[in-house]
């Protein structure tokens, strides 16, 4: 399935969301601890704008299966899930597992 007509968001299907131009304090990035005990970084501004843009996506009739979220790290993958599951509580864990996911996974 592919939108009619021009994207209301992006030009491309395939794009980089890049926060480095705000400020550490608003992208508010650190090294987290995750349960398996690894490092992880993340960075909650991208994991909120991430969110938030798969949101409008799929509240426009766009097909949950159709978005793909990749970030760099799990740590990230976690916390974009988490975001997302806290706005709409309709998605299970393993499809905001297929949703968003690691470069390594895809």
Do not use: C, M
Request: glycine share 4%.
């Amino acid at each position: 399935k592919q939108l009619v007509g021009r994207d209301a968001i992006f030009s491309e299907a395939f794009v980089f969301i890049d926060t480095k131009s705000e400020s550490r304090q608003l992208r508010h990035e650190h090294v987290n601890r995750q349960a398996d005990n690894e490092l992880g970084y993340i960075n909650e501004l991208e994991a909120e704008v991430l969110a938030r843009l798969f949101l409008a996506y799929y509240v426009r009739g766009v097909n949950q299966g159709e978005i793909g979220v990749i970030v760099p790290y799990k740590a990230q993958a976690e916390l974009t899930r988490s975001k997302i599951a806290a706005q709409n509580t309709e998605f299970t864990a393993q499809s905001l597992e297929e949703i968003v996911s690691t470069v390594d996974s895809f």
